[in-house]
């Protein structure tokens, strides 16, 4: 076993939207911050739909922005597709959607993690949480090092046992040729309840086997909103 001695303030497991949220919220407060993740390559990485906000979400991204998260000037800057979603109902249910370029997402967000200060990136898959005297104080990695932090921010997602199903087959995955992490075992030992949400993500199309004579184009708002 090896103990990374490095004084950590704030350890976030994970580095999808929420991870990466916590990991900045918490270095630009001057926190000696360490982030977690399984893959240091698709850090923000928009695994299925590339798209932000939309309906009942968009005004969690102008809240997130309006404490200063990456979320939305990401999306501004990333964008290829502005719209305002249900037009055609009450400007209650109006919402604002961005279609980012996917790629372009991900990497200007590694980008300003790598930039920040008092934050560092770290690959590995956590799998054990360590707790003492009622709090937890870190966690072990799958290849055996204990990372020690004051605080522990979990922000895993679909990989705590993650399972994917394909056609009638299913595996065990955070997504696809992404490994699930063990942690929420160690969660579900601590008397916590676990579930798993469903999403589902359809077929992907061969565009050469697409009539796109015969479809409309959708555009975005004109100026983006």
């Known amino acids: 076993m090896f103990t990374l001695t490095d004084p950590i303030d704030v350890l976030v497991v994970g580095s999808g939207h ?29 695994s299925c739909n590339p798209a932000i906000g939309g309906s009942a979400k968009s005004h969690i991204v102008k809240e997130i ?22 037009r055609s109902k009450g400007e209650a249910v109006w919402a604002t959607r961005v279609q980012c370029d996917k790629k372009a997402y991900q990497f200007r967000l590694k980008a300003i993690l790598e930039k920040t200060r008092n934050l560092r990136l770290l690959q590995g898959t956590a799998t054990t949480l360590l707790i003492g005297n009622r709090r937890a104080f870190g966690v072990t990695t799958d290849l055996g090092v204990e990372i020690l932090a004051k605080s522990v921010v979990i922000t895993a997602g679909t990989f705590l046992r993650g399972l994917l199903h394909v056609g009638e087959q299913s595996k065990a995955g955070g997504r696809m040729a992404d490994t699930a992490s063990s942690l929420s075992d160690s969660i579900r030992a601590l008397g916590f309840e676990a579930g798993r949400f469903k999403t589902g993500t359809p077929c992907r199309l061969n565009g050469n086997s697409i009539d796109f004579g015969s479809l409309e184009v959708q555009g975005g708002d004109e100026p983006p909103p």
């Open 18 to 46: 929420a991870g990466i949220e916590a990991a900045l919220a918490a270095a630009r407060l001057g926190c000696r911050t360490l982030m977690l993740t399984q893959n240091l390559d698709t850090i923000g990485q928009m």
């Open 65 to 86: 922005d309006a404490l200063g998260g990456a979320m939305a000037i990401n999306a501004d800057a990333t964008g290829i597709q502005f719209r305002i979603l249900n």
